[in-house]
Every structure is written in structure tokens, then in C-alpha cells.
């Protein structure tokens, strides 16, 4: 029998949100309304993160890598609200090896320069021959239209393609008006 997603128990106003990954349960709860969405994408973020430390996700690595674990959700989460889920930002912070500061070391210590970006994906000093930036814009449009030429129902789905290369990190503005 499989589990529902979401369980809720009336009596203590609890949800709990669950994702499964191979005999794992990896479980959230919530106390007061949430979006769900938000919960979800975390615990499968927080998975992917566990895999890129521990390689394999089973039982046994969760049990000898606790401390990591928990050093892990410290800074993916503040006051139940996600931070930093992208797992190179992490392992700028969270070493699998403990690592005992020289006095050097202590004053030399600077923040992880992905910290200061606005993005965490895209490499500062990306240079490329010419700056040019190639969009689609695809649209469908669905109408019922009824024998005498009348529209019933009409709506436009939309949606934009873009191939960037432009080098650094550039500010693009992209403006659509709903002139008809």
C-alpha cells in the first residue's frame, strides 16, 4: 500500500510531507499553512544534496555521516524556511574532513565568493566573442468558436526560448506589454 504524499493529523494541526528515495522516507511536517510546493522541492533538493557528499544514499551512509547531515540541514534551513540548497555553495561551508583552524588560517579566512553572487550557477568571468542573445517566443493559441463564426472560449499560451551567450554577468531587461 503506497502512502499518500501528504498526511495530516487533525488532532495536533500537523502535516507531514514525505518523499521516498530508495528504502529512505525523508520526512518534513509543518504546523500552520505552507506552501506545499516549497516543502516538496526542498526535500528533493536536500536528497540530491545528500548525494553529491555521501555518493550513496543508503541506510547505513545516513547512519555513519550524522553529524555531516546535520550541519547540512543547520544550513540549508533557518527558521524553517530554505537558504542555501545548491551543493557546491555547501561545500564551500561543510568539509566531509574536520579541520582544526591555525591561528593563520583564522585571519586569513574569507567568505566563499559564490555567497556574494546573486546567482550561484553561473561562473563570474564567462567571456565570449560576441555578446548576442537569441530568443523564440512560441505561442498556441486554443479557440472555441461556435457554427456562426462566434468565439466562445479563446486563450494564448506562451512561452519564451533563450540562447544566451553574453559574457560576465550582464542585467537584461525584457519587457512584454498585453496590447491587443
Not at 544514499?57 to 545516513?62: A, F, G, H, I, N
Given at each position: 500500500?503506497?502512502?499518500?504524499?501528504?498526511?495530516?493529523?487533525?488532532?495536533?494541526?500537523?502535516?507531514?510531507?514525505?518523499?521516498?528515495?530508495l528504502n529512505?522516507?525523508?520526512?518534513?511536517?509543518?504546523?500552520?499553512?505552507?506552501?506545499?510546493?516549497?516543502?516538496?522541492?526542498?526535500?528533493?533538493?536536500?536528497?540530491?544534496?545528500?548525494?553529491?557528499?555521501?555518493?550513496?544514499?543508503?541506510?547505513?551512509?545516513?547512519?555513519?555521516?550524522?553529524?555531516?547531515?546535520?550541519?547540512?540541514?543547520?544550513?540549508?534551513?533557518?527558521?524553517?524556511?530554505?537558504?542555501?540548497?545548491?551543493?557546491?555553495?555547501?561545500?564551500?561551508?561543510?568539509?566531509?574532513?574536520?579541520?582544526?583552524?591555525?591561528?593563520?588560517?583564522?585571519?586569513?579566512?574569507?567568505?566563499?565568493?559564490?555567497?556574494?553572487?546573486?546567482?550561484?550557477?553561473?561562473?563570474?568571468?564567462?567571456?565570449?566573442?560576441?555578446?548576442?542573445?537569441?530568443?523564440d517566443v512560441?505561442?498556441?493559441?486554443?479557440?472555441?468558436?461556435?457554427?456562426?463564426?462566434?468565439?466562445?472560449?479563446?486563450?494564448?499560451?506562451?512561452?519564451?526560448?533563450?540562447?544566451?551567450?553574453?559574457?560576465?554577468?550582464?542585467?537584461?531587461?525584457?519587457?512584454?506589454?498585453?496590447?491587443?
Amino acid at each position: 500500500m503506497s502512502l499518500k504524499p501528504i498526511l495530516f493529523d487533525p488532532e495536533s494541526k500537523i502535516a507531514f510531507f514525505h518523499v521516498r528515495h530508495l528504502n529512505l522516507i525523508v520526512l518534513g511536517t509543518a504546523c500552520h499553512d505552507i506552501n506545499a510546493f516549497m516543502v516538496f522541492a526542498f526535500l528533493h533538493k536536500f536528497v540530491d544534496v545528500l548525494k553529491s557528499y555521501l555518493k550513496e544514499v543508503v541506510e547505513e551512509s545516513v547512519r555513519d555521516n550524522f553529524v555531516i547531515i546535520y550541519e547540512l540541514l543547520d544550513e540549508m534551513m533557518d527558521n524553517g524556511y530554505p537558504q542555501h540548497t545548491d551543493h557546491e555553495l555547501l561545500k564551500e561551508y561543510i568539509k566531509s574532513d574536520y579541520h582544526q583552524l591555525t591561528d593563520k588560517e583564522k585571519k586569513a579566512i574569507n567568505i566563499p565568493e559564490n555567497v556574494n553572487n546573486v546567482v550561484t550557477w553561473r561562473k563570474p568571468n564567462i567571456v565570449h566573442k560576441k555578446n548576442e542573445v537569441y530568443m523564440d517566443v512560441i505561442e498556441k493559441l486554443n479557440m472555441t468558436v461556435t457554427s456562426g463564426g462566434q468565439v466562445i472560449k479563446s486563450e494564448v499560451i506562451g512561452r519564451l526560448c533563450m540562447r544566451t551567450y553574453l559574457s560576465g554577468m550582464p542585467e537584461v531587461k525584457l519587457g512584454l506589454n498585453d496590447k491587443n
